[in-house]
């Protein structure tokens, strides 16, 4: 498998190091006017709801960006996790085809809708988003569990103060209202880029929730990212406290393409039976490897990514279970700028 990703790697490499051009679609018409669409909703909310917060008629200004870019950053955005979403400033909307393939479970499709809208205008930090709710930090690393109904909020940033980042968000998930704090604290040591994470949440549905995690970044050779993540959570009527723990490898060949290879533990305190007489045992108690290709082709605004996985879990008595996970994103908006389709299409 590493060595058709290299291959791969180098003749993507050796692609995008020229432009093509290829005559435009009825999809690149439409991708476009859709965008355009997008773009300029999302601005009108944030004049029109800037004025009436401020009572300034004129308003113009825009903010500064709350988290200046870094590698680091580049690479969150490039993977779409849980830390690029919380503060991205880009709009748009995205669109995820997901196929899971199982040898021990049965297989899964489904569609998810993401849409990132923020009011950036002067001192007003908000923004509107719609996601899948159930979304954190260990569901992020077995995205294959992330099956939470699709909900919609908006999200308040907090200036910075004594170096710690926050933000508020209240919505709906589903038919059920909750609130949720999110609170960072990124310093650096040595080399290490550091940002402890802490986040509070309650809701109708599934009570009070809170969960801590905690990143280690750094570049190694090849501006390539290594990363050590910590993750714990705890949560009303659930014993025990979740626990996970992973080292990630990230590279970039060229901004079009990505690989990432992870190594995650899993485990939990508290050893109970469920209803669907599943045992989860406390301690240790899964294994996984993951690999992740991800690619833009056809067009910018088109992505897809293949993520193999083997899992030895201690309710399958630690025997593999595989598992892959292909899927597509199709952005509107401006996670890359936005150009009228014309005689040709850059590809």
Same mark, same amino acid.
């Given at each position: 498998?590493?060595?058709?990703?290299?291959?791969?790697?180098?003749?993507?490499? %050796? #692609?995008?190091?020229?432009?093509?051009?290829? =005559?435009?679609?009825?999809?690149?018409?439409? @991708?476009?006017?859709?965008?355009?669409?997008?773009?300029?909703?999302?601005?009108?909310?944030?004049?029109? $709801?800037?004025?009436?917060?401020?009572?300034?008629?004129?308003?113009?200004?825009? /903010?500064?960006?709350?988290?200046?870019?870094?590698?680091?950053?580049?690479?969150?955005?490039?993977?779409?996790?849980?830390? &690029?979403?919380?503060?991205?400033?880009? $709009?748009?909307? #995205?669109?995820?085809? =997901? /196929?899971?393939?199982?040898?021990?479970?049965? *297989?899964?499709?489904?569609?998810?809708?993401?849409?990132?809208?923020?009011?950036?205008?002067?001192?007003?930090?908000?923004? $509107?988003?719609?996601?899948?709710?159930?979304?954190?930090?260990?569901?992020?690393?077995?995205?294959?569990?992330?099956?939470?109904?699709?909900?919609?909020?908006?999200? &308040?940033?907090?200036?910075?103060?004594?170096?710690?980042?926050? *933000? &508020?968000?209240?919505?709906?998930?589903?038919?059920?209202?909750?609130?949720?704090?999110?609170?960072?604290?990124?310093?650096?040591?040595?080399?290490?880029? $550091?940002?402890?994470?802490?986040?509070?949440?309650?809701?109708?549905?599934?009570?009070?929730?809170?969960?801590?995690?905690?990143?280690? %970044?750094?570049?190694?050779?090849?501006?390539?990212?290594? #990363?050590?993540?910590?993750?714990?959570?705890?949560?009303?009527?659930?014993?025990?406290?979740? !626990?996970?723990?992973?080292?990630? !490898? &990230?590279?970039?060949?060229?901004?079009?393409?990505?690989?990432?290879?992870?190594?995650?533990?899993?485990?939990?305190?508290?050893?109970?039976?469920?209803?669907? %007489?599943?045992?989860?045992?406390?301690?240790?108690?899964?294994?996984?490897?993951?690999?992740?290709?991800?690619?833009?082709?056809?067009?910018?605004?088109?992505?897809?990514?293949?993520?193999?996985?083997?899992?030895?879990?201690?309710?399958?008595?630690?025997?593999?279970?595989?598992?892959?996970?292909?899927?597509?994103?199709? !952005?509107?908006?401006?996670? @890359?700028?936005?150009?009228?389709?014309?005689? !040709?299409?850059?590809?």
């Amino acid at each position: 498998i590493l060595f058709l990703f290299s291959s791969f790697a180098c003749a993507q490499s %050796d #692609r995008n190091d020229t432009v093509i051009k290829i =005559n435009p679609t009825i999809f690149d018409t439409v @991708h476009y006017a859709v965008s355009k669409k997008v773009v300029y909703g999302s601005n009108y909310l944030d004049t029109t $709801i800037s004025r009436w917060l401020s009572g300034d008629k004129n308003i113009s200004c825009v /903010s500064k960006p709350l988290h200046p870019d870094t590698r680091e950053k580049e690479i969150d955005s490039f993977f779409q996790n849980s830390r &690029y979403l919380n503060e991205t400033k880009d $709009i748009f909307i #995205r669109l995820r085809l =997901n /196929s899971y393939f199982y040898s021990k479970k049965n *297989n899964k499709f489904n569609v998810r809708l993401n849409a990132q809208l923020p009011f950036s205008r002067c001192k007003r930090r908000w923004k $509107i988003f719609i996601q899948d709710m159930s979304y954190n930090d260990e569901k992020e690393i077995r995205p294959e569990e992330n099956s939470g109904k699709l909900g919609i909020g908006i999200r &308040y940033y907090k200036k910075e103060q004594h170096g710690i980042t926050s *933000n &508020y968000s209240l919505g709906l998930n589903g038919a059920h209202p909750y609130v949720r704090a999110r609170f960072g604290l990124p310093f650096l040591i040595n080399n290490w880029d $550091i940002e402890p994470v802490q986040i509070f949440k309650y809701s109708s549905k599934y009570y009070f929730k809170e969960e801590t995690n905690i990143y280690f %970044d750094r570049f190694v050779k090849n501006n390539n990212l290594f #990363r050590f993540k910590i993750h714990r959570e705890t949560q009303t009527k659930k014993k025990g406290m979740d !626990y996970a723990f992973s080292f990630e !490898y &990230y590279m970039n060949f060229k901004k079009s393409t990505g690989f990432r290879l992870s190594q995650t533990f899993f485990g939990n305190t508290h050893y109970k039976d469920n209803p669907s %007489d599943l045992k989860v045992y406390n301690g240790i108690n899964n294994y996984e490897t993951s690999l992740s290709w991800r690619a833009n082709t056809w067009r910018k605004w088109f992505y897809y990514e293949i993520r193999p996985t083997v899992n030895f879990d201690r309710k399958y008595d630690y025997k593999a279970s595989y598992a892959l996970r292909f899927f597509i994103d199709i !952005y509107f908006g401006n996670y @890359h700028k936005i150009t009228a389709p014309t005689k !040709y299409v850059d590809f």
